[in-house]
């Protein structure tokens, strides 16, 4: 009964920003990284942003220096903070947790996805 609920997507123009939240109910034994990507249509998804347990960041190329991915581990939250959004970063932005079970496997958790379009 795990799931992740994602919000903050929608319509901005260029250099605009966003703010996506992704926040996790249920089971989780383990959690080893939150992050985020994101799938354009007729693309393959991409990994844009994650952040690891220990708290180490890491980030595509393509979205460095203009987004932020940080967490809450209170609230079961984590955060994709976008800035100077371009028209290229029209996706849907899917959340993701990577776990380990009880018995020692990986799982991994998805959102439902939230469209975010940059468009002037």
């Known amino acids: 009964q795990v799931q992740l609920v994602e919000s903050g997507g929608g319509l901005v123009q260029p250099g605009g920003s966003l703010r996506l939240s992704c926040v996790g109910s249920?089971?989780?034994?383990?959690?080893?990284?939150m992050g985020w990507f994101r799938q354009a249509p007729g693309k393959q998804r991409e990994s844009v942003a994650g952040?690891?347990?220990?708290?180490?960041?890491n980030y595509a190329d393509s979205v460095k220096g203009r987004f932020t991915v940080s967490r809450d581990n209170a609230k079961n939250t984590v955060y994709l903070q976008m800035n100077s959004l371009k028209p290229e970063d029209t996706a849907v932005y899917y959340c993701?947790?990577?776990?380990?079970?009880?018995?020692?496997?990986?799982?991994?958790?998805w959102g439902q996805g939230t469209q975010v379009t940059v468009s002037s």
């Open positions: 249920g089971s989780f034994f383990r959690i080893n990284a």
């Open positions: 993701n947790v990577a776990t380990t079970t009880s018995w020692g496997t990986r799982r991994d958790y």
């Open positions: 952040i690891t347990s220990g708290g180490s960041t």
